[in-house]
């Protein structure tokens, strides 16, 4: 079945530092890849996200990247800060199933 | 915060039990889909609602069923409850099914099965 794969599953970096996530998907249709938020106790809040024919897109700090030939996405952080502090999700859509596959999550630790 | 809401917040069950959680899905959204979010773990799709039809469904069993009512408004009935059941159940909605359209997530219900 699809599937989605997130590395790493924690991640520690200084207040000030990038941090790097990145997601492998096995589904070649799926189209649509969001980047999600969770803080503890709340609901998945969407961050950013990227279609199928963009390789790149960035908004602000955040940033994210996409390879379709090697079915990979990552998200990058740039000069991070402690209310960055949560677990970070991707996901893979596929329009013809209608299917958002999530990640496993990264707990993302700002030390300051 | 979206305009997703859940009932109710917190429910405790036993093993066998039956349960129903409900979602309303944001106005103007009319494609509702049900996760299932283990502790330390992603949201795993269960399945989506659009037009008061089942139009996508992950790996779950038959025991998990839903419904979607004309105001979109929807419901997840789980029958027979495992241990492994327990878990935050979120409902996130969208504009129209089959597109990328961002979802909004619901606050989600925690079921604990005792």
């Known amino acids: 079945g699809e599937n989605v794969e997130q590395h790493p599953s924690t991640l520690s970096v200084q207040e000030g530092d990038s941090a790097v996530i990145k997601c492998t998907y096995s589904?070649?249709?799926?189209?649509?890849f969001p980047w999600y938020k969770q803080e503890l106790g709340k609901r998945p809040q969407l961050i950013i996200d990227?279609?199928?024919?963009?390789g790149e897109k960035k908004d602000q700090r955040i940033a994210v990247t996409l390879n379709k030939t090697a079915k990979h996405f990552s998200l990058h952080i740039t000069e991070t800060q402690p209310e960055d502090s949560a677990v970070y999700f991707c996901?893979?859509?596929?329009?013809?199933?209608?299917?958002?596959?999530f990640g496993t999550g990264t707990r993302l630790k700002v030390l300051a | 915060e979206t305009g997703v809401t859940q009932s109710p917040t917190h429910l405790i069950k036993t093993r066998g039990q039956q349960v129903t959680l409900r979602c309303s899905s944001q106005?103007?959204?009319?494609?509702v889909s049900w996760y299932q979010q283990a502790l330390g773990q992603g949201p795993q799709f269960i399945f989506q609602?659009?037009?008061?039809?089942?139009?996508g469904r992950g790996n779950f069993p038959p025991r998990f069923s839903g419904l979607q009512f004309p105001n979109y408004s929807s419901e997840l009935n789980v029958n027979a409850l495992e241990l492994d059941d327990s878990a935050l159940y979120l409902c996130?909605?969208?504009?129209?099914?089959?597109?990328?359209?961002?979802?909004?997530f619901g606050p989600g219900t925690r079921l604990t099965v005792l």
């Open positions: 609602y659009y037009r008061e039809e089942e139009n």
């Open positions: 990227i279609r199928s024919n963009v």
């Open positions: 106005s103007g959204h009319n494609t």
């Open positions: 996130a909605s969208r504009p129209l099914a089959g597109t990328d359209n961002e979802q909004f």
């Open positions: 589904d070649s249709a799926s189209n649509y």
């Open positions: 996901a893979a859509f596929t329009s013809g199933t209608y299917k958002y596959i």
